[in-house]
Structures are given as structure tokens and as C-alpha cells.
């Protein structure tokens, strides 16, 4: 939905809806979509796919949604989106501990309700629980690096950008939505 379509609120205001959830659901990823962007999608049993970013059509705050990725048990749930551009690449977390970083150039661009294809070939009995956007090309990496061995100069933080969702305690989200409305 438009942004505009979110009245400007004090920090304490409980705020308004943007989706209507169905019984157990929860909202997984916030996406802000830029032009020349893509959607990539990522489930628990390692497949994904990226989309445009207009075959997502604008509707109402408030509303049910669209499908983003065929569910099916080959799938699992989904537990990641992200918007990418060309040249980036993303990082893919297991439960067990296996991270495996691959370019999005080699993720096939695929309608939004289709099932996607194998991101990461997980295990039996481990899943994927994370998906984040690395903002900077392996190339652009190596160059850096291997200038920066050249001068000798000693650990540096990086320009390496990883967007990444925030999980919240529903302690704490509880808390703030007890706060009275404010307009």
C-alpha cells in the first residue's frame, strides 16, 4: 500500500493496520520497493525465487495480500523476503549452522505465485531460517581486500551492507500496543 496512506502519529500511538492477518500468521519482512528492484522469497526447506517488484500490485492498507510463493510441503513455510538488485547477492542461514552465500544472478525470476526453485540443498531435519541481502558484489570484496593487504594496513571494518529482519520479543511489542491511541 501506499505510504501515504499512513497517517503521520506520535512514537506512543499503537499506529494503524497494514495487513489483516488469518488466525497464526505473522508478518515476516517490511519492503520499502525501489525501481529496478526484486523480490526474492525464501522458504524453510531451502527453495526461493525472485519476482519483480510489479508483480506485486498495489492494494489497500488493511488488506489480506497477495501470494508471494506457492506453500506446498515441498516448500515448508516461508521465512524470508528481501528486495535485491542486480549484482547483489544474498546470505542463507540454516538452524544448524550453515551459511552459504550465492549471487541472485543465479536465482531464476519467477511469476510470484509459482513454488520456486532450490536455493540451498538442506539435511534432513534442518531448515533455513534466514535470508539477508549482501549489498556488495564477491569481486568488489576481493578488490578491497587484496588492496588493502597490498598497503598493510591492519583489520578495517568493511562497506559490506546486510539487510536483515528484526525479530521482536511479543513481550515487549505487547507493551507498546497498550499505550493509549494517539492522533
Avoid: C, W
Amino acid at each position: 500500500f501506499n505510504e501515504g496512506d499512513v497517517r503521520p502519529m506520535g512514537r506512543t500511538a499503537r499506529g494503524v493496520r497494514g495487513i489483516r492477518l488469518a488466525e497464526g500468521a505473522t508478518v515476516i519482512s517490511l519492503i520499502m520497493p525501489q525501481a529496478e528492484g526484486r523480490i526474492l522469497t525464501a522458504s524453510e526447506n531451502g527453495y526461493g525465487k525472485q519476482s519483480r517488484n510489479e508483480d506485486y500490485p498495489v492494494r489497500g492498507r488493511g488488506g489480506k495480500g497477495v501470494i508471494a510463493i506457492q506453500m506446498s510441503e515441498r516448500n515448508g513455510a516461508l521465512i524470508g523476503a528481501v528486495q535485491v538488485f542486480d549484482g547483489d547477492e544474498v546470505i542463507l542461514i540454516s538452524d544448524q549452522g550453515t551459511l552459504v552465500r550465492t549471487r541472485t544472478s543465479e536465482v531464476s525470476v519467477l511469476g510470484r505465485n509459482t513454488q520456486g526453485v532450490t536455493l540451498i540443498k538442506v539435511q534432513e531435519g534442518e531448515k533455513l531460517v534466514q535470508v539477508a541481502r549482501v549489498a556488495e558484489s564477491m569481486e568488489e570484496g576481493a578488490e578491497e581486500n587484496s588492496e588493502q593487504d597490498a598497503e598493510g594496513s591492519a583489520a578495517h571494518s568493511s562497506d559490506t551492507q546486510v539487510d536483515a529482519g528484526v525479530n521482536v520479543d511479543t513481550d515487549e511489542a505487547s507493551s507498546a500496543t497498550d499505550a493509549p491511541e494517539q492522533e
